[in-house]
């Protein structure tokens, strides 16, 4: 008979009082799920373009609605079960406490499978997660925003942040290029941010038909049209990367100061929590360092851009 | 920290105690390598007897009992258009025996890496709570350069640790689990001889190490060194199969796996080990490969093991068991990898032949 004296005592972390004797490990992940997701009820599905869709959604529960809030720039795990989750940054505003809003490209196994969802499905969603914007820091300051293509898409949490606080701003400046007029996302808002919140706006395309009454070409021509103030100017610039470098060296050439200008960079993830290493930049995690990072730490990131 | 010495049979005593009531791992020899050396590996034991206490090292490492390969990180099930989250951080106590001083390092960097920071991981935590670690000490091989790390010593992590010295075992005893197991057996204070005879063995270990890897600096290095040709010299070899990311003792890259059940009623969020050697490691959906070629994603490892990164408060990760080196089926040994970086005349042809000015 084996002699039970010796049988280690099985310690349970499912056992709230042992989970909580571990330093600061119920507390955050109350606040800040890490493995458990908030579900959330697929509320409205807007499609923008035939690759790009907004989908709109509402944490079911009402406590949980309350405790996630997030900041322009964070992103958050999306994970629809059975399939996989995805890092998508938010493009809602932070000040909507009842709805949050995704812009998603049809682009891999998990978003696919997102194109055939209904409103009323649910999903999950973990997070948020990274750094964002220093949106208190640029008061007082002209703004440039620039996108390409789906880097509108982050760049939408900065932009109702700037229309609700408007008058913490000077002038701001968006400037947007796509490939094509049609993948112009968001037009249907354009008039609002120029109207309402007095944003000037410029828009470009690499190829138009002759219906295009705009500009054409790569989104650096836009720099012609925008005088800036360089000294007391921060930029913000989301793209794929391909268009950071070009775009981030224009700017350092006007004068911003390298520690005014933001990127959002992109990498594979499957944490969030800077635990899986797939995000990985130089020895930076875009999960937890990012995805925000100024163009000085970029710089100095090996094979970031 | 209380130090006891107990003889070698009443120690085999204490081990069967332990596994008859614990469902507990240790070394065994499994197979014969093509040189002829014996292969080892943690597996289950049922007594003293199957535990080989004077192996080498395992080929695989002890991570494996906190990391599997593959780990159920949650379950869906489905019902109507709804679904319910179920997630249970189960663990079973495990007692682990022999692990060596550089496996028992490694898994404090575990610690460190995962459990620190934000984000603490509770599938980890909850194996490690349930483990029983006893640490032995050993002659390092031939290819061992654990010294050069400082990891050929332990002085946390483990609750037990015994040092081989002649007809006893010298007990670092540091849990009072342990503590409270042994008092059921006979063990004595260490005489002033048993603490000469421990000192002597630890001397012994330290100059037996045939290999040396000059790690001073090396995150500097490698950040100067980041165009090197060496990466392209190393990264032409390397056949992208990651074997050393598998069987080191502190790779803990991973990747999330969802999967449906076959009846449709459920599905499984897998945890599965993955090394940033495979080909795949940073590719975004688009199909955009972040790491392209065999060299950027050899360096990213070596970044990663002797670099480290800011969740681990930028210490190396490596602890130079050399496990890689010797699993390595291309022959990619990480000594000679610095030392190409270090532009050691003897090993470095590069530098040689394609810069002059480098000597």
């Not at chain 1, 925003?145 to 701001?172: S, Y």
């Not at chain 1, 990127?263 to 797939?278: I, Q, T």
């Not at chain 2, 460190?112 to 000490?137: E, Q, W």
């Not at chain 2, 197991?181 to 048993?194: C, G, N, R, V």
């Amino acid at each position: 008979m084996h002699d039970m004296r010796f049988a280690i005592p099985r310690q349970d972390l499912n056992r709230e009082a042992f989970a909580s004797s571990v330093p600061d490990f119920n507390r955050k992940s109350e606040i800040m799920k890490t493995d458990t997701g908030y579900k959330c009820r697929i509320t409205n599905i807007i499609s923008l373009t035939d690759q790009e869709m907004l989908f709109q959604l509402r944490i079911a529960d009402p406590r949980e609605r309350s405790i996630f809030r997030f900041k322009p720039g964070q992103f958050l795990m999306l994970e629809l079960p059975g399939y996989g989750d995805v890092p998508i940054s938010i493009s809602s505003s932070n000040s909507n406490h009842e709805f949050i809003e995704l812009c998603i490209r049809n682009a891999g196994h998990v978003t696919s499978a997102l194109f055939r969802t209904e409103p009323g499905m649910h999903v999950a969603i973990r997070g948020p997660f990274g750094s964002s914007f220093p949106m208190d820091e640029m008061a007082g300051h002209h703004v440039l925003l620039i996108a390409g293509g789906l880097g509108i898409a982050p760049l939408r949490a900065p932009l109702f942040w700037i229309n609700e606080h408007r008058d913490r701003f000077r002038e701001v400046h968006l400037l947007y290029g796509a490939r094509e007029p049609s993948q112009l996302l968001f037009s249907y808002q354009f008039e609002e941010w120029k109207a309402i919140s007095h944003i000037q706006l410029h828009t470009i395309v690499e190829q138009a038909g002759p219906e295009w009454k705009g500009e054409t070409g790569m989104i650096t021509r836009l720099f012609d049209n925008v005088s800036i103030e360089a000294q007391n100017t921060y930029a913000i610039v989301c793209g794929p990367p391909v268009m950071f470098k070009f775009v981030c060296s224009h700017l350092d050439r006007l004068g911003i100061p390298m520690n005014r200008m933001f990127v959002s960079l992109e990498r594979r993830m499957h944490c969030g929590m800077g635990k899986c290493c797939r995000c990985m930049v130089g020895s930076t995690f875009t999960c937890i360092d990012g995805p925000v990072f100024d163009y000085w730490s970029v710089m100095n990131l090996k094979e970031a851009i | 920290m209380i130090y006891r010495v107990i003889s070698k049979p009443e120690f085999r005593s204490f081990i069967d105690a332990l596994v008859q009531a614990n469902s507990s791992f240790g070394p065994r020899r499994v197979d014969t390598a093509a040189n002829g050396d014996p292969v080892y590996q943690f597996m289950p034991v049922g007594s003293a007897d199957d535990i080989e206490f004077d192996y080498t090292t395992t080929a695989s490492s002890a991570k494996h009992f906190f990391l599997p390969f593959s780990e159920e990180l949650s379950r869906f099930c489905f019902h109507e258009r709804d679904w319910e989250q179920k997630i249970s951080y189960e663990a079973q106590p495990v007692v682990l025996i022999g692990l060596r001083a550089c496996d028992i390092s490694a898994l404090n960097i575990l610690d460190d890496v995962l459990l620190k920071g934000n984000y603490p991981s509770p599938y980890y935590l909850a194996k490690r709570k349930n483990t029983f670690v006893i640490g032995m000490d050993h002659l390092p091989l031939p290819g061992c350069f654990c010294k050069s790390l400082a990891h050929h010593t332990v002085s946390t992590g483990f609750n037990l640790f015994c040092s081989d010295i002649g007809e006893k075992y010298y007990l670092s005893i540091n849990s009072s689990k342990a503590f409270n197991y042994l008092k059921d057996f006979q063990t004595e204070e260490p005489s002033y001889e048993d603490n000469c005879l421990l000192t002597e063995r630890r001397k012994l270990i330290s100059r037996s190490f045939q290999t040396e890897v000059d790690v001073t600096s090396l995150p500097s290095i490698l950040d100067i060194e980041f165009d090197s040709p060496v990466w392209e010299k190393w990264g032409t070899k390397c056949l992208n199969c990651g074997t050393c990311a598998m069987v080191c003792p502190s790779c803990y890259c991973y990747s999330v796996e969802e999967r449906f059940d076959i009846d449709l009623k459920g599905a499984s969020r897998n945890r599965k080990l993955y090394s940033c050697n495979l080909v795949d490691f940073a590719v975004v959906a688009g199909g955009h490969n972040f790491r392209p070629k065999n060299g950027d994603r050899l360096k990213y490892r070596y970044y990663h093991q002797h670099r480290g990164f800011a969740e681990n408060g930028n210490q190396q990760i490596c602890v130079g068991c050399n496990r890689c080196g010797r699993a390595c089926l291309a022959g990619i040994n990480p000594r000679d990898v610095i030392n190409d970086l270090r532009m050691e005349k003897d090993s470095c042809m590069i530098c040689v032949s394609q810069s002059p000015g480098r000597t």
